[in-house]
């Protein structure tokens, strides 16, 4: 089975902190995506990377950057976090760039910023 | 732009009764669709996809789903729900004509009455 690992169930950070989210998926995929999960407005895709070193920018990348150096690990960071990035994050891959693989997603990481 | 729109924010079905859970799509292309189910605290499940043929697709825990081209739905299906079943519900397209993002909707919470 595939499994996405993400380092924490639950963070507090304070406002203006440098936060990093971690996640390693163990079954050599291509693909890796951040998406953040917000009531009412469902998942939405903050950055997405096909390969090593390669990054790409979902609809809502501002304030957020991302990170991929080996395949298997894609970090998302807040470079100051705030309260509206409040949330909870999942990250997920899937084996190929595009085509009909689904994508397999970690348990989350609730993220509150105080 | 792709885009997924689930009608209905919450379906509310007694246990045993047939149950549909909505999904339109809009793509340039042809869509490859996938349901996924959440459970609270939980990461996302993958359900099924449709890739192409049939127009009906069968999944995990007895869920099907329907492809209809002319109406861009892909509607969740279940003969006899179960109070089990409750569970926020997601919809979710890839473009065949793009490679990159699978864009998700906003989810529609499912309750099954006992």
């Known amino acids: 089975d595939v499994k996405v690992t993400q380092s924490s169930r639950y963070l507090v950070k304070r406002t203006g902190e440098k936060v990093f989210l971690e996640c390693v998926q163990d079954m050599d995929h291509e693909n890796m995506f951040w998406y953040r999960q917000d009531p009412g407005l469902g998942l939405r895709l903050i950055y997405f990377s096909y390969d090593v070193k390669m990054k790409e920018k979902g609809d809502i990348p501002e304030g957020y950057s991302v990170s991929r150096e080996k395949k298997e690990r894609f970090s998302l960071i807040l470079e100051s976090a705030s309260t509206n990035q409040t949330s909870m994050y999942l990250c997920?891959?899937?084996?190929?760039?595009?085509?009909?693989?689904?994508?397999?997603f970690g348990q989350g990481t609730r993220l509150t910023v105080v | 732009a792709q885009s997924v729109a689930q009608p209905e924010d919450q379906v509310n079905v007694a246990e045993g009764n047939p149950l549909t859970v909505k999904c339109t799509y809009s793509?340039?292309?042809?869509?490859?669709l996938f349901w996924y189910v959440q459970y609270p605290n939980r990461g996302l499940q993958f359900l099924l996809k449709?890739?192409?043929?049939?127009?009906l697709v069968k999944g995990s825990y007895g869920f099907e789903a329907e492809f209809n081209k002319s109406q861009t739905s892909f509607h969740l299906k279940k003969p006899s729900a179960l109070v089990s079943d409750s569970a926020l519900y997601f919809c979710a397209v890839r473009d065949s004509n793009r490679d990159d993002k699978i864009i998700f909707g906003k989810g529609t919470r499912l309750h099954i009455l006992p």
């Open positions: 793509v340039s292309g042809n869509p490859y």
């Open positions: 449709y890739i192409t043929g049939d127009n």
């Open positions: 997920a891959s899937s084996l190929f760039r595009g085509g009909a693989t689904e994508a397999f």
